[in-house]
């Protein structure tokens, strides 16, 4: 409603000279609702978390300055170490595997054939459950002791053991649930294969490019945009994976932390052991790391993704 | 140009327009989110599955019938989440009214002033317990939670197993020891026709490791809130199992589903299996072909007079709840401890009642099963017993702690020794950081 | 929504993917069975996919002691009984919690449109000085792990009195703290070549204007994407829900669910599986609907 009333209210034609200054205002405007947000919402309790970091607080007493002892700590804890060495195992492996199925996917079912809507959806399906509770009864139904996959090779005479409780294979499970969601970066893929002018390809054509060279340099190239949006995205997203572990190995990061999560052990010592100070330092060493490789995702985007502006 | 865009903004405003629509809708029917009249209410938080929730709110709805100028607004979610919701609501201290207390936070809650001392509230009765009894509710010496069940460890097993395969466990008393018991074990499952095993892998199990290490004369925590056993009373336990997991006669950690059994996965393939007493009567219902019964855990020929013990769920009121609220909690766990009424509707999933003339009361309307919990809690309330002591703070995470060292066992990834050493240096820690 | 109709609308589409046809029947015959192999393709692999969620429907159906002792895809007994007692399990009739989610989802899909689409734009297409400081503290705002931020954010609408209504839910999405769809809507409208807006900014259009009329209708699909995705993530939510919504009058979907799992017992799977899979459904139905606008970018309505 504020978008109707604020564009009736924009005066016509601005001088050319004063544009500068107009959009600055305009950019205020625009983005009030964000600038509040983040007042309100957003910055308090980030910044509150930050203080905490340095903190001893147990949740239900009031927070003690020590300095940087929570930071101290996590050199020597072995816990943290491990849930670092799970994580990015899992970043490592899930991403590429995640994105390379969504593209490949969002380009099969970009194409015209019969019956595309219904390939798409079922396809979705997975990610639509995304990490209810029910996932926790299926994974057993597919990877535990009598499971599916214990099944099928009991079929070629291997008798397999539980695929969740072997600290070996767990985790490769909750990578197997996460690729099979990959619905999310498919949609986003999909809408980006709609943003790109069909009059590029039309062109293409007249100059006789191959569909070989026209996904190269058309397709590809126009696309970077969204392969970097979801590049950057799933590596936050997996960095923070917290419910694929949370609800399949109900909470604790088993077996042997094998799935420990970095979150999940953030989510233990601040929910279950109530050191929510030594749960904001661990969360701010993740929000530094991530951030980190994010600006190098960044500094290294300009040589590979192209922009329309 | 301007055809085209006009069409899709009108598409588009389509769209917001309906979303529009529905949040306006919303806020008619009575502000964003309607809240619910609940202002006034006395707040109760609990944790459960769908069928404890049905029964409380009927129970709840029966209370404020016989209690005059009662509202309470149940606050429920399963064991989990509902400790998260508590965590944050008391980091905001918006606390309900009444509570029940997760057991690893009893002296956590306690130590960071959330419960109201009981005595002195006048509508609660505590006329039917006697001094001993009242004694044994106590933290800290000071009555400031209310037990609304009893729990013990138990033995339970399949009474229809152990007819088919001609197996009888021996009576209580000088045979009926953990090395006669390990004994039938390896026995019955090298034997089993079937390929049951007679007994799921339970070193898991909090009340059962804590009876053996009574049995040792040791404790699972000190009167001043440290860890009460050593690492050989532990790695005893541990050893235990162990033998009887490598000569196959527990089921293997693979086919249970983790270190603690996954109940419906291995209730039809095991004999026997070590657990709450409260647990039969939900657990029966899942296998409805078969019959329980419970049994005393084996007693160790050297075990001190008095280790037996009874463990209690309890709940609490917030230290921050305001007078006239006060009153009407002291009503409200009269009503829960000391009715009839409430546990023939709620049942008995939450132990046997701790008031004992409750306990005589609902005896003869009890289900086989809950007889059977009656029969066996009533025998452990009857010996003398040795204190017991709740758990410390910063001591919350003790199960998943004895959990991992578990499966580090299991997986052959640390000896015995080590898992005791490092979970009794670890829980240590924890206790020592919250201090 | 028929699969005809879509199928139709997606015919010119296509083109720019085919290669020019050859006339040879060789060509066609070889074109049919590419066609062909790629539906079978397909259609295993996307069993394969729905194994999962084929059990879970099977066995909603079946008698709940059934479930896990006997888990092939045909069950020997069917039964609404899971579909009965779940739709009754909790403290109200389900409904009641499709409702609380609907209206939840819904708003929260009104709110991210609008207060995401206008910070975006700004981000993307204005000049002005803090703009790369704001579009860091965007991106910074989705990398803290939310379980650190959950407990000062609850004091908030604790001190508010806005607990046990859907406020705490809602409001922050009208007020762009999502920064994940911010960040996909800049991507998009980058991508949109800028002589457009810039034409119309030249033409005389205020920033507004060129926002409304010419940035939105183009950007449709980073619109659609995120209405889906909002509708999604709100639709099973669990943490935030549940910390806010006590009593059940107020449930979601999620936190009702949530009392169907017993963490010792299990007692409820049949349940568990039959209202989960009804959940699906209006995720399901609202995917269905909004792919169809999905698939109509600038390609299939063409830049003049």
Known sequence: MTVTTAAADAPEAPPRARGRRRQELAAHVFMTPWLVGLLAVTALPMLASLYLAFTDYNILSSPEFIGADNFVRLVDDDRFWASVRVTLTYVLVSVPLQLGFALLLALLLDKGMRGLAIYRSAYYLPSLLGTSVAVAVLWRQIFGHDGLVNQALALVGIEGSSWLQNPQTALGTLVVLNVWTFGSPMVIFLAGLRQIPHELYESARVDGASVLRQFAHITVPMLTPIIFFNLILQTIGAFQSFTQSHVVSGGTGGPVDSTLFYTLYVYQQGFVSFDMGYASALAWVLLVFIALITAVHFALSRYWVHYGD | MNAVSRRKLFQLSALVGGGLAGSSALSACGGVGGGGDSAGALRYAMWGNNVRQQNYSKAFEEMQAAVPDLQIAMEFADYTAFQERMTTQMAARNVPHVFWVPSPQVMTYYANDLYRDLEGIETLDLSDYSPTDLDGFKLDGKLNTMPFGIFVPVLRYNTTFAEEDGVELPEDGAGWTWDSLAELAKDYSANSSQGRKALSYGAEHDLSFENWLRQRGEQLWTEDGRVGFTQDGLASWIEWWEDLRKAGATTSISEQDGVAPDWPTVGDKILMNFGNSNHIIDDAQQFPDYDFALRHPPVAEDAPEGFQYLYYPRMAVYSGAEDDMVAKAGQVLTYCTSTVEMLKTVGLTMGAPVNPRVAEEIAPSATADEQEMLRIVAEDRAVERKPRYEAPPGSSTWRTVMGRVLEEVTLGSSSISEAASSMIDEVTTAIERAA | ?304
Not at chain 3, 50 to 78: G, Q, R
């Open chain 3, 1 to 304: 929504m028929s699969e005809q109709i879509l199928d139709r609308t997606l015919e010119p589409v296509q083109r720019p993917a085919t290669a020019p046809p050859p006339p040879a029947t060789v060509g066609r015959r070889r074109r049919v069975r590419t066609a062909w192999l790629r539906h079978l393709g397909l259609i295993v692999f996307g069993l394969f996919m729905l194994y999962p969620l084929l059990w879970m429907t099977v066995s909603a159906f079946k008698p709940s002691n059934l479930v896990l002792s006997d888990p092939s895809l045909i069950p020997s007994e069917l039964t609404l009984d899971n579909f009965r007692q779940g739709w009754t399990s909790a403290n109200q009739p389900f409904w009641v919690f499709f409702g609380n989610s609907l209206v939840v989802a819904v708003s929260s899909i009104v709110g991210n449109l609008f207060s995401c689409s206008l910070t975006a734009y700004a981000l993307a297409r204005l000049e002005f000085r803090a703009r790369k400081l704001y579009f860091a503290i965007v991106l910074v705002s989705v990398m803290l792990p939310m379980h650190v931020v959950v407990i000062p954010q609850y004091i908030v609408f604790s001190q508010l009195d806005l607990v046990n209504t859907f406020v705490p839910l809602i409001l922050p999405k009208f007020l762009a703290t999502d920064a994940f769809f911010i960040f996909l809507m800049v991507q998009f409208i980058r991508s949109i070549p800028r002589d457009l807006d810039q034409a119309a900014w030249l033409d005389g259009a205020g920033p507004f204007k060129t926002f409304w009329y010419v940035v939105l209708p183009l950007m449709r699909p980073a619109l659609v994407t995120t209405a889906i995705f909002t509708f999604i993530w709100t639709w099973n939510d669990f943490f935030g829900q549940l910390i806010y919504l006590t009593e059940s009058s107020v449930f979601t979907v999620p936190v009702a669910l949530n009392s169907l799992v017993d963490s010792q017992s299990q007692s409820g799977i049949g349940m568990l599986l039959a209202m989960s899979v009804l959940t699906l459904l209006p995720i399901l139905a609202f995917f269905v609907f909004a792919q169809k606008y999905l698939i109509q970018g600038i390609s299939t309505t063409g830049l003049k």
